[in-house]
């Protein structure tokens, strides 16, 4: 998969909800990169759905950990950073861009990003925790994967309570998704 990843270059997919950390949404007029160098700032993408079938109008985010979180007392609190949240498009896709410019010293230590992804739809949550890289000055990538490769991809099932990752080299694992009640206040402005 690596190797095809390279050579098809750019692959297009229909994610038309963008995120820049600070910034808010971006519904592009054409599909978007999901890999090569034009993906530029994007951290995940991915589709969410609800028993098979595709679910517009979540909402979904990242959540951002300092790189202290383990050193937090039992009981203690940890400062983490929220993205504003997106709205996935009538077929599901979402695309989260995070600009390493705009990162501080506490959730990025030049290198890699740890985060949580929320999905949030009629009170009801699911989040997922990953890594990614910084590969190039600006392009965020998974473990050991370059430039050309694909940007992660999580696609969820909140009726199926499943996830699916594909990370940027290509390896498949899908995983049980636990899915809560959450209030709306839950979503960050």
Known sequence: MRLKARTIGLLLASATSLLAACGGEDKPDKPVATAGPGTGTMVVQGIVKHEGEPLAGAKVWLTLWPDDAGEVEEGG?????????????????????????????????????NFDI??????????????????DRRVWRSEAALVGDSVLRMNFDLGKESITTVDSRGDREAAELPIGDAPSVLVPH
């Open 77 to 113: 609190t940890v400062d983490t950073r929220d993205s504003k949240p997106i709205t996935t498009d009538d077929r599901g896709h979402y695309a989260l861009r995070l600009d390493p410019d705009t990162l501080t010293s506490a959730y990025f230590d030049g290198e890699s990003l």
């Open 118 to 135: 929320t999905v949030f739809n009629k009170n009801k949550a699911a989040s997922w925790g990953s890594t990614v890289w910084l590969v």
